[in-house]
Nanobody, 124 residues
Framework: QVQLVESGGGLVQAGGSLRLSCAAS????????MGWFRQAPGKEREFVAA????????TYADSVKGRFTISRDNAKNTVYLQMNSLNPEDTAVYYC?????????????????WGQGTQVTVSS
């Protein structure tokens, strides 16, 4: 059974930082492209970042480039999203997703497995 479990969300003031984690089980983690998406109230779920199997390649949405960093630890079956310089527009439910790859996909259609999401709220 495939499981992706996010953690690390919460309430933070503008300018602050959070680190999200996503622990995977039931998969060969090192063979998966991992991504983060987010969904704000009343909006579509949007791409945030993705990382390749080895971690050597990453890609980001323009809105988070330079502020967010995606990384992974294959020994721990975990992917991370370090979020710095947060602003209220980053408020959303953040979802971890796994893709069989091989590319770093921007579209959620290419991600086969999803976590339940973790809420991030940034106050002004």
């Amino acid at each position: 059974q495939v499981q992706l479990v996010e953690s690390g969300g919460g309430l933070v003031q503008a300018g602050g930082s959070l680190r999200l984690s996503c622990a995977a089980s039931g998969l060969t983690f090192s063979r998966l492209v991992m991504g983060w998406f987010r969904q704000a109230p009343g909006k579509e779920r949007e791409f945030v970042a993705a990382i390749s199997w080895s971690g050597s390649s990453t890609t980001y949405a323009d809105s988070v480039k330079g502020r967010f960093t995606i990384s992974r630890d294959n020994a721990k079956n975990t992917v991370y999203l370090q979020m710095n310089s947060l602003n209220p527009e980053d408020t959303a439910v953040y979802y971890c997703a796994a893709s069989l790859g091989p590319q770093l996909y921007y579209s959620r259609d290419y991600y086969q497995y999803w976590g339940q999401g973790t809420q991030v709220t940034v106050s002004s």
